[in-house]
T-cell receptor, first 114, second 112 residues
């Protein structure tokens, strides 16, 4: 089944403890992206990647890192999480950045930083 | 990025048509109009998209104004499973990466 898989689904951690949220897609998509969703603010883009080894900042990149060493994986890294990074995170992928290509989303990761 | 505006919420009765409006007065010639929806406790899912002409698929129809400054997502017969937040977004083919900008969307309630 074609899908975007995020892990974990829920994560509770403490301030300053490094963590990684994994994202994997099995559709051979070039484009991948991370969003965070907060009440009243909609989905805001954190980072995106056009292809392997190509990443760029979205609207809210501060406090996050990403890497794209393989086409299928796009992990989100929080080196030193803080409480303001408590949020619902979504990974998404798209076949290629061409006309009208749609995004496929994962099921989300609910992160709580205490 | 060109912005969209949508009503915060709408209500519909089950099995009746629903028309969800979206205004995008600053749309450019290279912007596609996309609609996504987010069911409770799920990630957003694609609904439909178009450029200039009206579009139909198994989920919905998209009506685009002639001047492209507004569009309407049409659910022909709302069901309880259609209760979700619906997002209208513009996708600029000339600005690849930051081309999916989601606003607050419209929360659709479907009454039995």
């Amino acid at each position: 089944e074609a899908q975007v898989t995020q892990n974990p689904r829920y994560l509770i951690t403490v301030t300053g403890k490094k963590l990684t949220v994994t994202c994997s897609q099995n559709m051979n998509h070039e484009y991948m992206s991370w969003y965070r969703q907060d009440p009243g603010l909609g989905l805001r883009q954190i980072y995106y990647s056009m292809n392997v080894e190509v990443t760029d900042k979205g609207d809210v990149p501060e406090g996050y890192k990403v890497s794209r060493k393989e086409k299928r994986n796009f992990p989100l890294i929080l080196e030193s999480p803080s409480p303001n990074q408590t949020s619902l995170y979504f990974c998404a992928s798209s076949p290629h950045v061409g006309d009208g290509e749609k995004l496929f989303f994962g099921s989300g990761t609910q992160l709580s930083v205490l | 990025d060109a912005k969209t505006t949508q009503p915060n919420s709408m209500e519909s009765n089950e099995e009746e048509p629903v028309h969800l409006p979206c205004n995008h007065s600053t749309i450019s010639g290279t912007d596609y109009i996309h609609w996504y929806r987010q069911l409770p406790s799920q990630g957003p899912e694609y609904v439909i998209h178009g450029l200039t002409s009206n579009v139909n698929n198994r989920m919905a129809s998209l009506a685009i104004a002639e001047d492209r400054k507004s569009s309407t997502l049409i659910l022909h017969r709302a069901t309880l499973r259609d209760a979700a937040v619906y997002y209208c977004i513009l996708r600029d083919v000339d600005n690849y990466g930051q081309n999916f900008v989601f606003g607050p969307g419209t929360r659709l309630s479907v009454l039995p």
